[in-house]
């Protein structure tokens, strides 16, 4: 009784003080400058609540949807390039799947270590492996969007399911709970796919920055407003990928196997999400960080390709955030007044970390939450200097 009466107390004079802040705001003569200043505050702070509450809360309040459909053929496709180490731990995963009728589909591009061996003799031990050699003297195209094209083309089952070499399944129900949701108009299932927890601050980041942008993808599908998975973990129908002509319309850009083609194909009534942990898959992360940088600055190649309005949104939310703490700080500064900027900064912080907690939990990825504030500031400090780094210089493509 005696903290809440306590509490009641400071929170009556922190609501004087502020009103007392904005009474001086009105009856005070201000300049332009300085309504400028305040009115940018507030609609910053309006626009990342809008976000919060609108999107993000989307994902801490997700409930799992019961589907009744039957089960349905799946082939797994995977593209692989000298990954003998990796392909060693996932065959034995994926064949380990409970699912009732499914392929695993990989295409050794051009690997010149083990792999085909490897491949080879996983063939003899199960009968629902399929393997797909590629010849570099005669292949025409390079890159990981030919190879795929030949996995497609050559999966018997019309529903496909696509991981990486580097990514192990969390659970035997992945294949059935990345493709429960693909039942009449829903085509593409949007999984997410966190990084493996390891020791440091550069692996925290990279799991935070991987949680983030999963609950950007997925909160924004939930809204009916997709523009991206990853191919790390992705399902959808083989006549989309037929519809949309394959990879043709991005061809010419290195990455966007996944990304450029959901921007493309996907739309608020085809698309649906998976985020609990039995329908994700693990990457293994960078563990340095230049390795991290080059991928983060790849990664970053496709989003100048999406759809005008993805842009504008994905723009609004960290433009609205630097807003949000520069017209705070020039308030503070202006005005010796720290009440209604705090408040601010406050409320925003509050609501997100209350819904970052939620989503967190849902996606199992609660470990990062109380590193979230010090992990948050530090990709606001990165982003920028990445897209800047691109500006000046366009990454290297891979093959």
Not at 39 to 57: D, E, G
Not at 97 to 114: A, I, K, L, R
Not at 252 to 276: R, V, W
Not at 296 to 308: C, D, G, P, V, W
Request: hydrophobic share 45%; net charge positive; charged share 20%.
């Amino acid at each position: 009784m005696v903290a809440f009466f306590v509490f009641k107390q400071l929170m009556f004079r922190y609501f004087w003080a502020s009103m007392q802040e904005l009474t001086a705001i009105f009856f005070d003569s201000f300049s332009a400058f300085q309504w400028g200043i305040f009115i940018t505050l507030l609609s910053a702070c309006c626009l990342q609540l809008f976000y919060i509450l609108f999107f993000f809360v989307r994902i801490a309040l997700w409930k799992q949807q019961n589907t009744n459909g039957q089960t349905q053929p799946v082939s797994v496709v995977i593209c692989a390039k000298n990954e003998e180490k990796n392909l060693r731990n996932l065959i034995p995963l994926l064949m380990d799947q409970d699912h009732p009728e499914f392929e695993v589909v990989v295409v050794n591009d051009n690997s010149w270590d083990g792999t085909e061996d490897t491949l080879k003799a996983f063939q003899v031990e199960f009968p629902k492996l399929h393997c797909i050699h590629l010849n570099e003297d005669k292949q025409r195209m390079q890159g990981k969007k030919f190879a795929l094209t030949l996995g497609i083309k050559g999966a018997q089952h019309d529903l496909l399911l696509l991981t990486d070499t580097d990514c192990s399944p969390l659970s035997n129900q992945w294949i059935t709970e990345m493709t429960k949701g693909i039942q009449n108009e829903t085509k593409i299932s949007i999984g997410f796919s966190p990084y493996k927890k390891q020791k440091g601050l550069l692996n925290a980041l990279i799991r935070y920055d991987a949680f983030q942008a999963g609950l950007n993808y997925m909160s924004f599908a939930k809204a009916k407003l997709p523009y991206m998975g990853v191919g790390r973990n992705l399902a959808y129908r083989k006549e989309l990928f037929f519809e949309a002509g394959g990879f043709r319309k991005h061809l010419h850009i290195a990455s966007g196997d996944d990304d450029l083609f959901i921007n493309e194909m996907a739309n608020g009534k085809n698309c649906t999400i998976e985020i609990e942990p039995q329908s994700q898959t693990e990457s293994i992360p960078k563990t340095e960080l230049k390795d991290w940088w080059t991928q983060k600055r790849r990664h970053l190649t496709t989003a100048s390709h999406y759809k005008f309005h993805h842009k504008v949104l994905l723009m609004v939310w960290p433009c609205s955030y630097y807003l949000l703490w520069l017209s705070a700080i020039f308030w503070m500064v202006m005005h010796n007044a720290f009440l209604i900027a705090g408040a601010s900064l406050l409320l925003r912080y509050g609501i997100l970390w209350l819904t970052l907690r939620g989503a967190m939990k849902k996606t199992g990825q609660l470990s990062l939450f109380w590193a979230s504030p010090l992990l948050e500031g530090l990709m606001w400090i990165v982003n920028p200097l990445l897209w800047m780094s691109n500006l000046l210089s366009k990454p290297k493509q891979w093959s």
